[in-house]
């Protein structure tokens, strides 16, 4: 499955910012999404991921609350709505698609987005 990302951009601290992910290629509704972000100098970590259908998602413990991943299945998309951005939240953000239904380890995820920055000024 091919990703496109979008919706990144520079906003200031308490802000909103939504992000898109359009997937192309085999069924989409059979994968598992994800959100992955990577800062500079650091690791690419999980951000958030919901299941095949929508019906389950899962965060990491910092953006829980503030962030919401959502999902059509009849648009191929997943979206990830960021409300109270923080500096912290500055970095390369990437959709993922899992060969899993449920999946939330980077290691799950075998296709990747180009990224999209997202940067956060207090």
């Known amino acids: 499955v091919q990703l496109q990302a979008s919706g990144g951009g520079l906003v200031q601290a308490g802000d909103s910012l939504g992000l898109s992910c359009a997937a192309s290629g085999r069924t989409f509704s059979s994968n598992a999404m994800g959100w992955f972000r990577q800062a500079p100098g650091r690791e690419r970590e999980f951000v958030a991921a919901?299941?095949?259908?929508?019906?389950?998602?899962y965060y990491a413990g910092f953006v829980k609350g503030r962030f919401t991943i959502s999902r059509d299945n009849a648009k191929s998309t997943v979206y990830l709505q960021m409300n109270n951005l923080k500096p912290e939240d500055t970095a390369v953000y990437y959709c993922?698609?899992?060969?899993?239904?449920?999946?939330?380890?980077?290691?799950?995820?075998?296709?990747w987005g180009q990224g999209t920055q997202v940067t956060v000024s207090s």
């Open positions: 993922a698609a899992s060969y899993k239904l449920v999946a939330t380890a980077l290691s799950d995820f075998g296709s």
């Open positions: 919901i299941n095949w259908s929508g019906g389950s998602t």
